[in-house]
């Protein structure tokens, strides 16, 4: 696994150069863990890029926040690569993503420190083109959570709502 992320993570640095364009976004949601005390709800920002390899193939990376509370208190980082297909349907550009990286949680504790996991996902979306440039998207991803030493299940869902710029 280790090797596939660093295949990707070269990918998608060296892709720029190949690429005539890509998209930035960031979207904001909830991430839904199970744990010894019940369902918790974490407010999370997230933010992406992805550059167009071919067609409506895209590769890039991802950096992920996630807190206890609103506002965002005690946040533990997140960050990995992605490839997604995202083709242009008229006004719609569904999404489907699989990524890999790694993540803190801010509810997984040893020590009273933060525990960080090697994780996988994947999304679906829907977008929405606002204007040439700009999406508005909604996203379904399942996440599973490798290594995970604390109380908590080995997946979770998050869904966010955000805002996609396509950059020329």
Same mark, same amino acid.
């Given at each position: 696994m280790l090797r596939a992320a660093l295949v990707l993570a070269f990918l998608a640095l060296t892709t720029p150069a190949l690429a005539d364009t890509g998209e930035a976004g960031v979207q904001a949601g909830v991430l839904r863990l199970e744990g010894p005390g019940g369902t918790r709800l +974490? /407010? *999370? &920002? $997230?933010?992406?890029f992805a550059f167009e390899l071919v067609g409506p &193939?895209? @590769?890039?990376?991802?950096?992920q926040v996630v807190g206890l509370t609103?506002? %965002?208190?005690e946040i533990a980082l997140g960050g990995g690569v992605e490839v997604s %297909?995202?083709?242009? %349907?008229?006004? !719609? =550009? /569904?999404? !489907?993503e699989v990524a890999g990286g790694r993540q803190r949680l801010?509810? @997984? =504790?040893?020590?009273? $420190? +933060?525990i960080g996991t090697w994780t996988t996902s994947a999304a679906v979306g829907l977008g929405v083109a606002a204007t040439e440039q700009l999406v508005i998207e909604a996203r379904l991803t399942h996440a599973w959570f490798h290594q995970l030493d604390a109380d908590l299940d080995d997946h979770a869902w998050l @869904? *966010?709502?955000? %805002?996609?710029? =396509?950059? /020329?």
């Open positions: +974490e /407010p *999370t &920002l $997230r933010s992406d &193939l895209h @590769a890039g990376g991802w950096v609103l506002p %965002l208190t %297909l995202r083709p242009q %349907l008229g006004w !719609f =550009r /569904p999404t !489907f801010p509810t @997984a =504790r040893q020590d009273g $420190r +933060e @869904a *966010t709502v955000g %805002l996609g710029v =396509r950059i /020329p």
